[in-house]
């Protein structure tokens, strides 16, 4: 099968930790594990930067894989996001360095497509109408609290005068 990436990365996502699995030449691969703190996906980071990746992918599993990708998006580093269901794990038993070199191999041929995950200027322009929209509210709340309170200080000053 036609090798795409020679230099690729495969990394499989939990809650605390990941392994990550770098194909560094037709046969050869390396296999490390990390915790899903900031520093150490920096040390991922700079590991595949080591290692010239040209490409790394990761299963869209729950939501332990927004920080790697925020990350990996910030340090310029080329990254897939894939759904899990296209990937389908290994047969047979079940590890999580053998899903992250599943993942790797899977990407050194082309045979993962990445998900749908819109730039960051398209996420903020879909949330900036409905901060206006919360802003706005926000100013009608404030608006009617003050003309509460203008009422009920008015009304005691009415009262102090008729007495």
């Known amino acids: 099968m036609e090798v795409l990436y020679k230099r690729c990365c495969g990394i ?3 809650k605390n930790m990941m392994v990550a699995c770098i194909f560094t030449s037709v046969r050869k691969k390396e296999i490390r594990q990390f915790s899903t703190m ?3 996906i920096l040390q991922l980071v700079s590991w595949l930067k080591e290692t010239d990746c040209e490409m790394a992918a990761m299963e869209s599993t729950g939501s332990y894989w927004k920080p790697v990708y925020n990350i990996f998006e910030e340090e310029q580093i080329p990254i897939m996001v894939v759904n899990a269901q ?18 790797a191999d899977l990407v050194r041929h082309g045979l993962v ?3 749908y995950i819109p730039n ?4 903020w ?3 900036t109408p409905m901060v206006s929209d919360l802003l706005i509210g926000l100013c009608a709340i404030m608006m009617v609290i003050s003309v509460a309170l203008y009422i009920i200080q008015n ?3 009415l009262k102090e005068e008729t007495v």
């Open 12 to 14: 499989d996502i939990h």
């Open 38 to 40: 900031t520093e150490d």
């Open 86 to 103: 296209h990937i389908k794990g290994v047969p047979g038993r079940k590890t999580d360095v053998k899903d992250a070199e599943w993942i």
């Open 113 to 115: 497509k990445a998900s």
């Open 120 to 123: 960051r200027d398209i996420i």
């Open 125 to 127: 322009f879909q949330i």
């Open 155 to 157: 009304t005691r000053t």
